[in-house]
């Protein structure tokens, strides 16, 4: 059956409804007030990074005069129009957030940004010291004419617009230079970047902890130190978006040269997603910038309050002031791994299961440390996708290059966003003796694997470790991840493979048991899904369950639209984008789409198959996106331990069934909360209570001490 | 933890082929065990060079060069101590092949053993017997094919026995570098290759009756892509045997046939360089299907490199072997057969050649298993040349066996046995013998003191009619004496042995006799 447009939902529209259920997170009164702040940070960053990838590639798309591909059927143009005005709203209710209820609270306990015209002279002078000593220097006015305003506005950075009077000063190379604005005789116009390498927050002392002005009104505050001679008559703070979207290298070679010229053609008309102007703002600032930038109406968004909350997040990291945050939660021991057994026999004994942030993410870092300094490991194979130089992973990685192990890692410069943090620590590695590893040519290698080879006394053993998130230590302790820990020799062969894939030291042939994209991944899915329909058609139960980030393949939704059709049970949970239109009579009535925002970044992806009764269970780096299963390497990974098999099947049907944070996708594309009595524990509560109940059993089960029996006294 | 010290030995074993470089990293446990560990593949067009101009081109050799130090790297992953690296039919046609081995051998370390068919044939054949052990010993024939890139290996048993060994110059690769290959249509190109393959399979059948084969068995990096795809697309594990249905087989090479190498690789996710060759595999597996009267095809997991690993296993375990002996054997007497020996006394001279071997073992000769084989194949055809014509029938069976195809027998071997065949009778070698004297030293000591033990043995049979049994050996300060229990019937023989002992007493430094052994 051909599925209609309508049957789809909007890509761009759902993103947006996604980063909703973020905001209303944050809107909750039921959670805390500096995570209320830190989901608002979250809804920025999010639209910071929508504004620059998905506007982006939706204005080039109008630019030349395409459609795009999105199976609801939308054109380009008709999406910008509503995503601009969804976005206006959305950036509405976070700032009626930010001023209305989330900031007054953290004021009430404490918390005080000061505006320069609320310092008293001690803090006015400790200003001046910070201005001087660090700030200062960091300076770099731009003098503002049409043609090169482009490459002087940086991306994603607060700048401060400047009007003045005064004799035309003169622009030297080394000297803060303004320009004319031609349009105004006698007065003149200045940019300057707001120095993004320091905090946003600078604290003053006061009789309050928590009190700091924001490094803009540090800038604002001493800007007649820039412009000596100068009137300032007006100011404004703005923050410019530019088009981000860089996907070429990742399109098929028959979109190429098309791609390549809507870049070029970008370029020119559309470079400026996004104009940010902070209130207040005169009408003179709106145009100048408008004008200047070449960004019309539709692109320019008043901001209510503070530019930019993403650094707003460093303030959950304050001391004290615990009862403003969730109650910590620290990553549980792993039973199997607690206290100082031996990893290595502990695998051997049985695959292991890590549930991350709720089990902790060092049993990974062990198990690489522990690699590093063992006489019997020979080589450590990796992925390293997203990960930080401060990392104890990387660490780990240089101790055993110095110990002489053979450390092979495939670097993924292409991780948006991290390009230059990888480079960097990627440069350290090789100094070490690492060797590096520069990703595939037109492949981004999102998989997450390792692999250590040891030699033990019996034979060589291949550890394994599989995982749907990277190896990231911060991340980890607030995404939700699975991991997989596993000596059987079948995954070792096939990792060593992988290994040797994206290494290009060999081709792939066939796979024991891994489904790789963008070869194969693709028609296994496929192939589980037809097969349930198969058993479904045959009047058998058949189930499919999935977690996903994201859900936007017309392919891989059409196979669950014929699967709901045959009878087949499909229980989805998607965090984020979801095209699939649950609940359609005739298409997808056998479908439920529930999304869950919590505390943790719902991240990992598992997938069931009830195959006639034999449990099929999978983790997968893979989303159900075009790009990840065309253009991506990633993985499926067969769970087989059947008591592994049987915690994830259950952590399904915990996530499905959360309707203290789930919502719900209806047939009309909108989330809504379940009707009707609501559990008061989420799954992420359930899923914490669960490994500390389980840590909780193996420390009790293990004696503290070992006690000696003495023998019987001889009677 | 406790860290005894790790017994097994970390190996590795590759091939340079027509299209592609392979190797299987292996560990092999004290007992000869062997456990794969890694089996990466890397595409290289040495055929296509070699197939088309007879060399290697500058692009090529450097691309060997890529891959192999690759390979090393992954040796070095798992601290591999021992490696071999053959090279087969692309490599052993190259004209430029010695400078070929040696410039790889100057920027990697590598050397490359370029070696023959026939050996090509062993090795895969060991691989296989090892997995498929009895079930090759059916009373039909069972035949065992691998399509290469440059060459198809062909071994056909009977009972278990090899009855005949060819490697045929029909390759995947090989057959697209056919002249007019390249440009015709696709159509137009099938009807060239099914022309080619289909005058190979006569000249097979001239050989053998194919349709007394019950139980056929396919190798090769194509036929196991087939068995995945046919198995659902799931790997089957290394070793596994797995067996597909001959209509199955010829659905799945009908429907390949009409795609297109681009269309190969988008259906079934399979590299390009796999998808070029497949088409043509599957043509050339089908043919000789088709001519046998086998209803499924059978197809272990194994390859070439299994066969040097086994190789390698041995070595490093000091075990196995036998049973391979027992096939160059068979293979022998296969070949006696064809050219009408005779049996009774070929036997019995083979039987008496290796009982003087092993006496003389010990003090006079210090030769291996491996000599004392060639003797055995020597015993066995010694006559053979008899078919052409009585008159200087040791020259005949000379040049037979150096041109037959003899089963686990390298050239080099089969020199060595031809020589040893030609001095059974009349001249001992001499300086002026101008094959004897291209024999390097070492195998030109072997020939005397094997052509010296068939000389007596031959004598002992010299009525072809076996009379001379249970004999017993004596070394004495006057000589070596032959001790039978019936002298006195053994006059032919005694002459006989006056007549072509010359050569032992040579070799040996004694003279040897025939007497009545002490009641």
């Known amino acids: 059956m051909r599925y209609q447009p309508r049957h789809f939902i909007n890509r761009e529209l759902s993103w947006l409804a996604f980063n909703e259920r973020v905001l209303q997170e944050a809107e909750d009164p039921k959670t805390p007030p500096l995570n209320q702040l830190a989901f608002l940070s979250i809804v920025s960053s999010n639209l910071d990074e929508f504004a620059m990838i998905r506007v982006g590639s939706l204005r080039r798309l109008v630019a030349a005069g395409r459609s795009g591909d999105c199976p609801s059927g939308l054109s380009a143009c008709q999406l910008l129009d509503q995503v601009g005005q969804r976005m206006r709203d959305m950036v509405g209710r976070q700032y009626e957030c930010f001023n209305r209820r989330v900031w007054p609270a953290l004021v009430r306990r404490g918390l005080r940004r000061l505006l320069p015209h609320e310092l008293t002279a001690e803090q006015r002078s400790h200003i001046q010291q910070v201005f001087d000593e660090q700030v200062y220097p960091l300076l770099t006015p731009l003098g503002i004419d049409q043609q090169r305003a482009f490459d002087h506005v940086a991306d994603l950075t607060i700048h401060i617009l400047a009007r003045m009077a005064g004799p035309a000063p003169l622009a030297a190379a080394d ?241 948006r966003f991290d390009e230059a943090r990888n480079i960097e620590w990627s440069r350290r590695l090789e100094r070490a003796g690492v060797q590096i590893v520069y990703g595939l040519a037109a492949l981004k290698v999102h998989a997450k694997a390792l692999m250590i080879v040891r030699r033990e006394p019996d034979r060589i053993r291949r550890y394994i470790h599989l995982a749907t998130g990277n190896y990231n230590e911060s991340t980890a302790q607030l995404y939700t991840d699975f991991g997989l820990l596993t000596c059987d020799d079948d995954f070792g062969a096939d990792v060593a493979s992988f290994f040797n894939m994206i290494t290009g030291y060999s081709l792939p042939s066939g796979w024991r048991k891994l489904a790789v994209a963008p070869r194969g991944l693709r028609n296994r899915l496929l192939h589980l899904i037809r097969r349930e329909i198969e058993r479904a058609n045959a009047g058998r139960n058949a189930v499919i369950m999935l977690k996903l980030n994201s859900l936007s393949d017309r392919e891989m939704i059409q196979a669950l639209y014929d699967a709901s059709r045959a009878g087949v049970k499909v229980r989805l949970n998607i965090r984020g984008v979801c095209c699939l239109r649950p609940g359609v009579k005739g298409i997808s009535d056998n479908i439920e789409v529930v999304s869950i925002v919590g505390r943790f970044l719902e991240h990992s992806r598992v997938l069931y198959f009830r195959n006639g009764g034999q449990d099929e269970v999978y983790l997968s780096s893979a989303d159900w996106m075009p790009r990840n299963l065309d253009r991506r390497v990633e993985l499926l990974v067969p769970v087989e331990s059947p008591p592994l098999k049987q915690r994830l099947i259950e952590s399904l049907q915990t996530c499905i069934s959360d309707t203290a944070k789930g919502r719900w996708l209806g047939s009309n594309g909108k989330y809504t909360r379940p009707a009707g009595a609501r559990q008061h524990k989420s799954s992420q509560q359930a899923f914490m209570e669960l490994a500390e109940q389980a840590a909780k059993a193996m420390a009790e089960q293990t004696p503290r001490e070992f006690q000696v029996l003495k023998p019987p006294e001889p009677e | 933890m406790s860290q005894t010290v790790p017994t097994n030995t970390l190996v590795a074993a590759l091939d340079i082929g027509a299209s592609a470089i392979r190797m299987a990293i292996a560990e092999i446990t004290p007992a000869g065990q062997i456990h794969v560990l890694e089996t990466p593949a890397k595409p290289v067009a040495i055929g296509r060079d070699v197939f088309t101009s007879g060399r290697i081109s500058r692009s090529t050799r450097d691309e060997v060069i890529t891959v192999l130090r690759g390979f090393k790297q992954l040796m070095d992953a798992y601290q591999v101590k021992l490696s071999r690296v053959i090279a087969t039919s692309a490599l052993r046609e190259a004209v430029d092949r010695d400078t070929f081995v040696d410039w790889v051998f100057v920027r990697t370390g590598i050397d490359i053993e370029v070696i023959e068919g026939i050996q090509e044939n062993q090795l895969t054949f060991a691989a296989v017997q090892n997995v498929l052990g009895d079930r090759l010993a059916v009373a039909e024939d069972s035949l065992i094919i691998e399509v290469g890139g440059g060459s198809t290996e062909l071994v056909i048993l009977h009972s278990g026995q090899i009855v005949l060994s060819q490697t045929l110059p029909l390759g995947a690769v090989r057959l697209q570098q056919r002249p007019g290959s390249r440009e015709a249509t696709a159509q137009a190109r099938r009807r060239l290759f099914r022309r080619e393959i289909s005058g ?320």
């Open chain 1, 175 to 415: 000297e803060p230079a303004t320009v004319v604005d031609k349009q105004t005789p006698g007065e003149h116009v200045a940019v300057v970047a707001i120095p993004t390498g320091l905090p946003r927050m600078i604290v003053v002392p006061a009789s309050d902890e928590h009190t700091f002005v924001l490094i803009e009104d540090v800038v604002l505050m001493h800007l007649d130190r820039l412009f000596e001679g100068q009137k300032l008559l007006e100011t404004a703070l703005f923050r410019v978006t530019r088009n981000g979207d860089l996907s070429v290298e990742e399109s098929r070679d028959e979109d190429f040269l098309a791609a390549m010229s809507e870049v070029l053609i970008g370029r020119k008309e559309s470079e400026m997603v996004r104009l940010e102007l902070a209130e207040p703002a005169s009408p003179w600032a709106g145009q100048t910038l408008g004008r200047l930038l070449e960004v019309d109406d539709a692109q320019i968004f008043t901001i209510p309050g503070p530019l930019d909350l993403k650094p707003f997040s460093s303030l959950l990291g304050l001391p004290g002031l615990s009862e403003l945050r969730y109650q910590p939660w620290v990553p549980q021991p792993v039973p199997r791994l607690a206290g100082d057994v031996d990893v290595w026999q502990a695998i051997r004994e049985g695959d292991i299961l890590l549930h991350h942030p709720y089990e902790t993410f060092d049993t990974v870092v062990r198990l690489l440390q522990e690699a590093a300094a063992d006489k019997g490991v020979l080589a450590i194979k990796q992925v390293l996708y997203r990960t930080s130089g401060t990392s104890k992973v990387i660490a780990a990685l240089e101790q055993a290059a110095a110990n002489g192990k053979q450390v092979s890692v495939l670097v993924e410069l292409k991780a």
């Open chain 2, 200 to 519: 190979t399979v006569e000249n097979i059948l001239r050989l053998r009756d194919l349709k007394r084969v019950r139980f056929f068995v396919a190798l090769g990096s194509d036929m196991r892509f087939a068995a995945r795809i046919i198995g659902q697309g799931v790997e089957p594990p290394p070793g596994q045997v797995v067996t597909l249905p001959a209509d199955r087989f010829d659905a799945f090479g009908q429907e390949v046939s009409r795609l297109s190498v681009d269309e190969l690789v988008d259906r079934y996710s399979m590299p390009f360089a796999d998808a070029e060759t497949l088409v043509p595999a599957m043509m050339i597996y089908s043919a000789f299907i088709a001519s046998t009267g086998a209803d499924q095809i059978v197809v272990p997991m194994v390859s070439i490199r299994d066969g040097l690993l086994l190789e390698i296993a041995a070595m490093v375990s000091g075990r196995g072997g036998s049973d391979f002996a027992r096939q160059i054997v068979a293979s022998a007497r296969a070949t006696g057969e064809k050219y009408n020996y005779d049996e009774k006394h070929a036997l019995h001279v083979t039987m008496l050649a290796l009982a003087l071997f092993d006496e003389l073992r010990s003090h006079e000769h210090q030769l291996t298993d491996r000599e004392r084989l060639m003797l055995e194949v020597a015993g066995i055809l010694h006559d053979i040349g008899m078919f052409i014509n009585t008159a200087a029938h040791h020259k005949h069976s000379r040049y037979l066996v150096a041109s037959s195809e003899l089963f686990g027998l390298r050239k080099a071997d089969k020199e060595i046995i031809a020589e040893v065949v030609r001095y059974h009778r009349k001249s001992i070698p001499q300086p002026t013998h101008m094959e004897y004297m291209s024999l390097p030293r070492a195998d030109r000591v072997v020939v005397s003191k094997l052509a010296a033990i068939l000389r007596v043995a031959d004598a002992l049979d010299r009525s072809h009619l076996q009379r001379v049994k249970d004999v017993k050996f004596q070394r004495r300060t006057d000589g070596f004496a032959i001790r039978v229990s019936n002298v006195e019937e053994l006059s032919v023989e005694r002459s006989g042995l006056a007549a072509k002992g010359n050569l032992f007493e040579e070799v040996f430094g004694m003279p040897v006799v025939l007497e009545e052994a002490p009641a």
